[in-house]
C-alpha cells in the first residue's frame, strides 16, 4: 500500500534529521541539536587556535603537543600528525570518553589516553599538552619543581614530575594522574607538560605559567656558587589563599 502523500500546506516540516560535514546533527533555526552543534563548532575553532597559540609561543615544535576541550560528553582533540596551520572547520575531532570516536574522520592525538584521563578523574573542561623546553629540562633533574615563585599555588602547590612512560600509553596517563593529585598541572619525566582547567584560555595560562616558572628556577640555578632561594610551604600556602582573591569579579 502506497504511503499516503503528506500535505505540505498544513505546516508541519519534515521529520528527517540533517547531519553536516563535521557529523553534527543540525536542526531547523533555534532547534536544540543546531545550537548543539553551534557549540561543538565554536569550541573546535578554539582548540584550533589553542594549538596554533602552542607552536607560535614556542611552546611546541611541528606537530608535537595536543589541546582539547570538553563539551557535554564528547571531548574535542587536535587529530595525530596533522600541522595545526592546516585545521579546518571540516577537520573536527571528537571522542567519547571511552574514546571511541564520534565526530570526524581524522585519527585523533596518540596522546588520547592522557587526555581521557584527566576528564575521567577531575572536572576539566580543557587540557593542554606541550614540549616546552625549559619545562622539559626541569623533568630531567628533579622529582618536583623547586618553590622558586608563589604561583606554584595556583597549581595547586608544587608541581610534581611524573615517572616517565612511553608515549600514548596508558601507563604514561597513570602515572600522570598520579603526579596531577590536587594539581592541575605536571611535568612528565623526559617529556613535556600537562595542564587543565575550566576553559582553554585558563588551561593555557597555566601551561604557559608552568614554562616560566621551570625557565625561572634554571635562569637561577646557573649562576656558579650561588642557589636560589626557595619559598616555604607556609609562604605558598598564604599566596595561594591570596590568589582566590585576584582580579576582577563579576
Known sequence: ????????????????????????????????????????????????????????????????????????????????GVPYDRLTPADLTGVDLTGRQVLGRLVPTSELPMHLAVYRATDARAVVHTHAVHATAVSTLVPELPLVHYMAAALGGPVRVAPYAAYGTDELAGNMLRALDGRSGCLLRNHGTVTYGATLDQAYDRTAQLEWMCRLWLTASSVPGLSPSLLTEAQLAEAGERLKGYGQRR
Open 1 to 80: 500500500m502506497a504511503e499516503p502523500r503528506r500535505n505540505v500546506e498544513d505546516g508541519r516540516r519534515d521529520e528527517r534529521r540533517d547531519t553536516g560535514p563535521d557529523g553534527v546533527e543540525r536542526s531547523g533555526p533555534g532547534g536544540e541539536a543546531a545550537g548543539a552543534g553551534q557549540d561543538v563548532a565554536r569550541l573546535w575553532d578554539e582548540v584550533v587556535a589553542t594549538a596554533r597559540r602552542t607552536v607560535l609561543d614556542g611552546l611546541v615544535v611541528g606537530t608535537s603537543g595536543n589541546v582539547s576541550a570538553r563539551v557535554g560528553d564528547v571531548v574535542l582533540v587536535t587529530p595525530s
